[in-house]
């Protein structure tokens, strides 16, 4: 779930890229249109890898004809939240 501050509450966020593995204790910062994830914990295993996804623009830009270029890599439009 990603918290909008344009209308003070939570929606759910379409990403490309590949997912992360279940985790917790990461940090996760949005930049622009990207979503970055770092480090936490997978059961009793520390991860330290940094994880970017790219933010998918709603079905109603789509529909709208806006476009949304892939950068050549085979990635997957994953919902989280």
Known sequence: MI??????????????????TSRFGHTSTAIGPHLLIFGGWEYTKAQSEIIVLRE??????????????????????????
């Open 3 to 20: 918290w909008s501050t344009d209308t003070m509450s939570w929606k759910r966020g379409r990403y490309l890229g590949n997912p992360p």
């Open 56 to 81: 998918v623009a709603s079905k109603d830009e789509e529909e709208q004809g806006e476009n949304n270029e892939q950068d050549g890599m085979d990635e997957q439009i994953e919902e989280y939240g």
